[in-house]
Antibody, heavy 115, light 107 residues
Framework: QVQLQESGPGLVKPSETLSLTCTVS????????WSWIRQPPGKGLEWIGY???????NYNPSLKSRVIISVDTSKNQFSLNLSSVTAADTAIYYC?????????WGQGTPVTVSS | EIVMTQSPATLSVSPGERATLSCRAS??????LAWYQQKPGQAPRLLIY???TRITGIPARFSGSGSGTEFTLTISSLQSEDFAVYYC?????????FGGGTKVEIK
């Protein structure tokens, strides 16, 4: 069974770059699409973007200018970089196996943007 | 962007009763609609995709229906473990978008 685990700093300063990594275990990252989704405190879900194992990406237009998602197939990992963060980027960040619907999700990692 | 609207925001139901959750899309998403369940402190869990196909292991009391712009998730007889927030999500168009959620609480 595929398992995903997010990792990265829980606190990021305003204007800096949020960087998270998702490690996939129990299966290969190859042949699938992998997404990042976030959930602000007490709010709903927002899809950030996905990457195919080959490296092709698709981003939410609302975040596209600030987002880069990359993949490292040798480590079975994919990563999220979100630049120029503000308090509005405070959220729980989830990684998921998802191109359309997400059938496997990580447990989520909380990220707070604060000085 | 397709806007997904869920209603009601909160549904108060007694255990054993039926719950009916609605999801409306701002334009047709065909049958490219998924439902998730989220409990406090947990990640969303996929219940249904293709508007009506249950994931392996999801009890038969969960059923999905609809196509185009109107969708329904029905829980036929609520169990204690079913009290949670439910989200719909369309995957017909980019960007993928979620509804605002329906919280099913104990009456």
């Amino acid at each position: 069974q595929v398992q995903l685990q997010e990792s990265g700093p829980g606190l990021v300063k305003p204007s800096e770059t949020l960087s998270l990594t998702c490690t996939v275990s129990g299966g290969s990252i190859s042949g699938a699409h992998w997404s990042w989704i976030r959930q602000p405190p007490g709010k709903g879900l927002e899809w950030i973007g996905y990457i195919y194992y080959s490296g092709s990406t698709n981003y939410n237009p609302s975040l596209k200018s600030r987002v880069i998602i990359s993949v490292d197939t040798s480590k079975n990992q994919f990563s999220l970089n979100l630049s120029s963060v503000t308090a509005a980027d405070t959220a729980i960040y989830y990684c998921a196996k998802q191109r359309g619907y997400g059938d496997y999700w990580g447990q989520g990692t909380p990220v707070t943007v604060s000085s | 962007e397709i806007v997904m609207t869920q209603s009601p925001a909160t549904l108060s139901v007694s255990p054993g009763e039926r719950a009916t959750l609605s999801c409306r899309a701002s334009q047709s998403v065909s049958s490219n609609l998924a439902w998730y369940q989220q409990k406090p402190g947990q990640a969303p869990r996929l219940l249904i995709y293709g508007a009506s196909t249950r994931i392996t292991g999801i009890p038969a009391r969960f059923s999905g229906s609809g196509s185009g712009t109107e969708f329904t998730l029905t829980i036929s007889s609520l169990q204690s473990e079913d009290f949670a927030v439910y989200y719909c999500q369309q995957y017909n168009n980019w960007p993928l978008t979620f509804g605002g959620g329906t919280k099913v609480e104990i009456k």
